[in-house]
């Protein structure tokens, strides 16, 4: 779509930072179910899925017709409305660590505003995340680890212009899946630490036995609040996200993607005496935090939220991702093995990413030795043969995808590493 005065009106013709090369960009027109159309018409197979929220498919019936049914009683109001009751109480059912729920729009409010509750709470301003750990867009999650500083490595400076330097001051960077380095790194800082802040599976990592125990035993020795970003985790591994299949309660936790069923809404859900800080007219001990916005808790979303969770819990649908994930994986390594390329997949299945070279790679600095180039060829090869990816990404699945939709990708797949190689990518 042209400015009058012919330039793309949309900036970057992108919606955020992913952008597909010219070479195979496109323009959705439609989905359903685990497939996507362009304007022209073309078919793809879809393993972005909306970058996780749509589990059940493009257009599922059940989240269609909840939409369509809030939509004609309203679309939004800003008071308290009774679909925001519903999934606040279903999110305290099925979430461990939820006493209470506060809703806002997108996971990176979720995530920032659960260090500002932790920070309120604690009454102090540092926090910790790990290196390669991605919490959303905000200036607080938005750093990244200053490299060359010796002693200092745990310093962070801003991945983006924009940001005030004044930032990275308050947030300290831990190095994922080494319990005693991050302990050995807060100890002297340990009175300063309002929250540490972790995705259960961080990326394509799994926590290491004894990681995510280790950190809750941590935050309690230091007085800092633990905040689980389960933006992904949430309602995938299981009903209860990274914090029941892992067996660790944190203090917080940041909800999106799957909770608004597609449509823009999330939340932070964790302890009553926390989340309590928010409600208006409090009284002022200097801890209540404003947590506020047009479109928290809106009805539409609420509704394709609880239609979601309804399909999500009468179907089983972690144990199915998951499954459905084992084989798309083996199918994968199949294939470069017949190829003798070398080649894993990490994550969790349900959300795995593949990855060019050997394992182990457990975190953001083994990755970073893997054939980052060929990961990321390999993906734009998969969308030139009909495949949707983010190239380089995590694969997401819903219980649409069937074993046609593998095939076809594992057909796809094979050929892309095929290309990747006569392209000299895997020397
Ligand atoms: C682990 C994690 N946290 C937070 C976010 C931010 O969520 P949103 O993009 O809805 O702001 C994302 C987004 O991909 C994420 O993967």
Not at 127 to 151: C, P, R, S, W
């Amino acid at each position: 779509m042209k400015h009058p005065t012919g330039a793309i009106a949309l900036a970057g013709n992108c919606l955020g930072m992913f952008k597909l090369p010219e070479e195979v960009a496109f323009t959705i027109a439609r989905g359903a179910g685990a497939r996507i159309w362009d304007t022209e018409g073309r078919e793809f197979y879809d393993y972005v899925m909306g970058s996780g929220p749509m589990a059940l498919g493009h257009a599922h019936p059940r989240v269609v017709a909840a939409i369509c049914e809030q939509a004609a009683r309203g679309t939004h109001y800003y008071h308290v409305n009774e679909r925001a009751q519903q999934l606040a109480e279903r999110v305290c059912r099925l979430v461990p660590c939820a006493e209470s729920v506060k809703f806002c729009s997108d996971g990176s409010e979720a995530t920032f505003y659960a260090l500002r509750l932790a920070r309120a709470f604690t009454r102090r301003s540092k926090i910790v995340k790990f290196n390669g750990a991605y919490h959303g867009h905000h200036d607080y999650a938005k750093q990244v680890l200053k490299t060359g500083h010796g002693v200092n490595d745990h310093q962070s400076i801003p991945e983006s212009a924009g940001i005030p330097p004044e930032i990275s001051a308050t947030v300290v960077i831990a190095p994922y899946n080494d319990i005693e380095g991050t302990r050995r790194l807060l100890a002297p800082i340990a009175t300063e630490i309002a929250a540490i802040i972790v995705e259960p599976v961080q990326r394509g990592f799994m926590p290491a036995p004894g990681f995510l125990d280790g950190l809750r035993v941590l935050a309690d020795g230091i007085g800092a609040l633990l905040v689980f970003d389960e933006v992904v985790t949430g309602f995938r591994l299981a009903l209860g996200g990274g914090q029941e299949m892992f067996g660790v309660t944190p203090d917080l936790c940041a909800l999106g993607k799957i909770l608004g069923g597609g449509l823009a809404l999330a939340a932070v859900a964790g302890r009553r005496d926390v989340l309590e800080l928010t409600i208006p007219g409090r009284p002022d001990d200097g801890r209540s935090v404003s947590m506020t916005g047009t479109l928290n808790g809106n009805p539409l979303g609420c509704a394709a939220g609880l239609a979601t969770l309804d399909v999500i819990e009468e179907e089983g649908v972690p144990a199915i991702l998951r499954d459905k994930g084992l084989k798309l994986g083996a199918g994968l390594a199949d294939a470069a093995n017949k190829l003798s390329i070398p080649f894993l997949t990490i994550g969790a299945p349900a959300f795995q990413q593949v990855v060019f070279g050997e394992g182990p790679v457990d975190n953001a600095e083994a990755h970073s030795r893997t054939n980052l180039t060929a990961a990321r060829r390999f993906g734009i090869e998969l969308v030139r043969r009909g495949v949707l990816v983010v190239p380089g990404s995590k694969l997401y699945m819903s219980i649409a995808h069937d074993d046609s939709t593998h095939g076809a990708f594992l057909d796809a797949a094979t050929n892309a590493m095929r290309a990747i190689r006569d392209q000299g990518l895997l020397n």
